[in-house]
């Protein structure tokens, strides 16, 4: 994505975020109705893009400035702590709160 103009990284997170809110997990799912049940504003499958850098996080609370990410059993895996902590470092320095729940967790909020 390093040699791309900036219209066409948009174009592929676009692409992206399509196919991730099509298979959403059912712990997203649950969380998302769960949202919505108590009409908390939020973004599922919010997109940043800055420079070299983007990512997506499950869901974006405008109100609170806060993401929610969903992890399951992958996130475990050293290389993908490595990914998540380097994309939490990043929303961070735009001032947004990260929260991480465990899939299996979800259900503790319902």
Same mark, same amino acid.
């Given at each position: 994505? #390093?040699?791309?103009? /900036?219209?066409?990284?948009?174009? $592929?997170?676009k *692409? #992206?975020?399509?196919?991730? &809110?099509?298979?959403?997990?059912?712990? %997203?799912? $649950? @969380?998302?109705?769960m949202?919505?049940?108590?009409? &908390?504003? #939020? &973004? @599922?499958?919010?997109?940043? &893009?800055?420079?070299? @850098?983007? +990512?997506? =996080?499950?869901?974006?609370?405008?109100?609170? *400035?806060? +993401?929610? %990410?969903?992890?399951?059993?992958?996130?475990? /895996?050293?290389?993908?702590?490595?990914k998540?902590?380097?994309?939490?470092?990043?929303? #961070?320095?735009?001032?947004?709160? =990260? =929260?991480?729940?465990?899939? %299996?967790?979800?259900?503790?909020?319902?």
């Amino acid at each position: 994505m #390093y040699n791309l103009t /900036k219209k066409q990284k948009q174009k $592929l997170n676009k *692409k #992206y975020r399509r196919k991730l &809110i099509r298979k959403a997990t059912k712990s %997203e799912l $649950l @969380f998302k109705n769960m949202l919505d049940k108590k009409r &908390i504003k #939020y &973004i @599922f499958q919010k997109s940043f &893009i800055k420079d070299h @850098f983007h +990512c997506i =996080v499950d869901f974006y609370l405008p109100n609170q *400035k806060t +993401c929610i %990410e969903i992890d399951w059993g992958y996130h475990n /895996k050293p290389s993908q702590r490595i990914k998540d902590h380097q994309k939490d470092l990043y929303l #961070y320095s735009k001032g947004l709160k =990260v =929260v991480r729940i465990k899939n %299996e967790d979800v259900y503790k909020f319902l």
